[in-house]
């Protein structure tokens, strides 16, 4: 190990220098791949995934594997029992998550690019609270062979980086079909195309209420400094987003573990951490028969519910922009009730109930998200690099 993991970011290294870092939920062939979960301890995979191996055939190496909360499942970064990732700008205030390590080795400037997942807003939320740039493709965009699944109708791998245009370059590199994925059937290559100018902004006052009045504060001098026009428009049932998502989730995530048993994958399901048992529980129990229809069947209809609203909203706006997370990085043991935290992603999980495209700026300690419909790659990366210049 050649190189000093300063606050935590790698569970672990090479000797042999790269400019890519890859969270430890996405296999790499010769490096573990734990999930930053005593459960799978030790493993390593057999293969490595689309994405990476794409960006390897670009001429990118992998320095090594990122730090997460277990199996994904988190905001903060601090669900691990492999690593103790730490805020790189404040090492008192969680770093975020779930691809904490991911964002904390770009803001280090331990490597120049990372990948990491997104589920409900596992890039952006570490991207805003380490102050760089983090973005959650289109679903389907990039190919998810090689990730492990901790939602799989949600989940898709996204970029950290000090940039938008590190971040195009990432995302043109990975994007593309993968027969061994079939949600990528759809997906479109990024090209180039007219950045904000003229673009229609809509915001949800919802969501502008929910944040401290010190976010909204900033939310306002950015739209300002950056000369942009924002419709602010009542969504009420934005809030329901969060219940909607927590139910697919959690019913989807125990369904995915079933796998780690103990025979044919991992170690005794014993080793597993708080969080990831809260969640395999809560998921076996929606999922039960005698309560399929009461809870699970009912978010689904839910999601299809967001979806035409946001495909109606889409055609009068070309993107949705709002604060990514609500409030500065908590403390570390700030947050000790699990609804408080899932009640921090309202603004990452909308996109990723539309499947579409979100990427978070970084501006004076918080994010400026934007979102677009879903395969509006193209559009949304370069105009969010139009406003990253504006910012």
């Given at each position: ?70 199996f ?60 760089i ?59 180039e195309?007219p ?43 934005i ?19 079933q796998?780690?048993?103990?025979k ?10 708080q ?18 229809d ?51 992603d ?46």
């Open positions: 190990m050649t190189l000093k993991d300063r606050h935590g970011a790698f569970i672990s290294l090479t000797d042999t220098p790269g400019e890519l870092a890859v969270k430890d939920n996405i296999c790499v062939q010769g490096f573990m791949c734990t999930a930053s979960s005593k459960l799978l301890e030790n493993y390593e995979p057999p293969y490595t995934a689309t994405a990476v191996q794409k960006l390897q055939k670009q001429g990118l190496t992998v320095m090594g594997k990122t730090s997460c909360d277990e994904a499942c988190g905001s903060t970064g601090t669900h691990t029992s492999l690593a103790n990732p730490r805020n790189p700008l404040d090492e008192k205030r969680v770093p975020g998550g779930s691809s904490s390590g991911s964002a904390i080795a770009v803001k280090d400037g331990l490597v120049r690019y990372a990948i990491g997942s997104d589920t409900g807003g596992s890039v952006r939320c570490p991207a805003t609270f380490c102050q740039v983090g973005y959650r493709p289109s679903y389907g965009q990039i190919s998810r062979y090689g990730l492990m699944d901790m939602c799989m109708s949600f989940d898709t791998i996204g970029t950290l980086t000090r940039n938008v245009d590190d971040a195009i370059y990432l995302i043109t590199g990975m994007s593309g079909k993968d027969d061994k994925d079939l949600t990528t059937m759809n997906s479109v290559d990024v090209k195309t950045g904000l100018a003229g673009k229609r902004l809509v915001a949800f006052r919802q969501i502008l209420e929910s944040c401290d009045p010190g976010i909204r504060e900033k939310f306002n001098e950015a739209t300002e400094k950056a000369k942009l026009h924002v419709d602010v428009i009542d969504f009420p049932e809030h329901k987003s969060i219940p909607t998502y927590y139910m697919i989730v959690f019913a989807e995530f125990a369904s995915a573990m796998r780690f048993d103990g044919f994958f991992g170690k005794n399901r014993e080793l597993l951490g969080e990831v048992k809260r969640r395999i529980l809560l998921g076996t129990f929606i999922s039960q028969k005698e309560n399929k009461k809870w699970y069947t009912q978010a689904i209809n839910a999601r299809k519910w967001f979806q035409q609203k946001f495909e109606a909203m889409f055609a009068k706006y070309d993107f949705v922009i709002n604060p990514t997370m609500p409030s500065p990085a908590p403390l570390v043991g700030e947050i000790t009730d699990p609804i408080t935290e899932y009640s921090m309202l603004g990452t999980i909308f996109p990723s109930l539309m499947m579409g495209p979100s990427i978070s700026l970084p501006y004076q300690g918080m994010g400026i998200q934007l979102t677009g419909k879903r395969f509006s790659d193209s559009a949304l990366l370069y105009s969010a690099r139009d406003l990253e210049g504006a910012l």
